[in-house]
Nanobody
Framework: QVQLVESGGGLVQAGGSLRLSCAASGRIGSDNTMNWYRQTPGKQREMVASISRSGRINYADSVKGRFTISRDNDKNTVYLQMNSLKPEDTAVYYC????????????????WGQGTQVTVSS
């Protein structure tokens, strides 16, 4: 199993910044992609940013140029630096780990953190 613990959410004014952290523990292994998702009430959870262990990065178009994802493999921690925040960034942000393992067969396991609230006031 893998445990993910997020921190860093809160209330910020539009134009401000926040930094989210997600610490992973357990069987995180060496073949994993760490992701940030967000969700608002009544909407589907959407991917915000992802980073592979080798450093390949993807962003949602809505956050490109404002958010930066990074990771510290030694600490098994992923970060999301959010700058120039907008009210529409308000959501619960979830850390996600996609972990590839070969137990009996090769499989990809999905793990989620508990979520952290980000609120951006106008």
């Amino acid at each position: 199993q893998v445990q993910l613990v997020e921190s860093g959410g809160g209330l910020v004014q539009a134009g401000g910044s926040l930094r989210l952290s997600c610490a992973a523990s357990g069987r995180i292994g060496s073949d994993n992609t760490m992701n940030w998702y967000r969700q608002t009430p009544g909407k589907q959870r959407e991917m915000v940013a992802s980073i592979s262990r080798s450093g390949r990065i993807n962003y949602a178009d809505s956050v490109k140029g404002r958010f930066t994802i990074s990771r510290d493999n030694d600490k098994n921690t992923v970060y999301l630096q959010m700058n120039s925040l907008k009210p529409e960034d308000t959501a619960v942000y979830y850390c996600n780990a996609k972990v590839a393992r070969t137990d009996s067969i090769y499989s990809i396991y999905d793990y989620w953190g508990q979520g952290t609230q980000v609120t951006v006031s106008s």
